[in-house]
């Protein structure tokens, strides 16, 4: 009965521990997705070094 309960418990903290880090790169994922959009509403560089306002 001991060897159940234990086995029961590891089970419990694995799913635990995946679960832990499903979320944690689910919120990495969301991130991403947020600096991915931010990057794309920034202008590219120009090709040449120099200053095109001037």
Request: aromatic share 12%; hydrophobic share 50%; no cysteine.
């Amino acid at each position: 009965m001991d060897g159940v309960m234990n086995m029961q418990m590891a089970q419990f903290q694995t799913n635990y521990t995946f679960g832990l880090m499903k979320m944690a790169m689910e919120d990495m994922e969301s991130q991403a997705q947020g600096v991915i959009e931010m990057m794309s509403s920034v202008p590219a560089p120009a090709q040449y070094n120099f200053d095109v306002w001037a």
